[in-house]
């Protein structure tokens, strides 16, 4: 990582490949402008594109955690690009690189075989802020 990429905020993001609904949408366009830094996501079709093309508007730095299985990929442009990993692996990276992880999953309910709940876990394991934004829009942010 760059000197001026250790200098800026960095705020992981986790979705869903479905995508955000439009208050997930509203939501995280909110959360993002009140802030600044670099965005690091998975480079995924769904949240993740979704999520890139709010936070390249709003004037955010990118790194993207590209998948090695390249069919769901987005492929956005971004700031910079680490190396492609498998999907858990790429996860443990966007937590791994972040301060803070914000989530958009599809469902309220934690569910078990869900990518984005597995990274919300492992965020909270590594003592990461973990913010989710549920499909109405509301937020949970624990002190």
Known sequence: MSSEQSTVRHVGFTGTQVGMTTAQ?????????????????GDCLGADA????????????????????????AFCTADWTMPEADYLARNHFIVAYSEELVAAPKSNKEELRSGTWATIRYARKRKRMVTIIYPDGSVECPP
């Open 50 to 73: 979704e999520a890139h093309e709010i936070a390249r508007t709003l004037g955010w730095r990118i790194t993207l955690h590209p998948p090695s299985n390249r069919t769901k990929r």
């Open 25 to 41: 949408r509203n939501t995280l366009t909110d959360l993002l402008k009140s802030r600044s830094g670099c965005l690091h996501h």
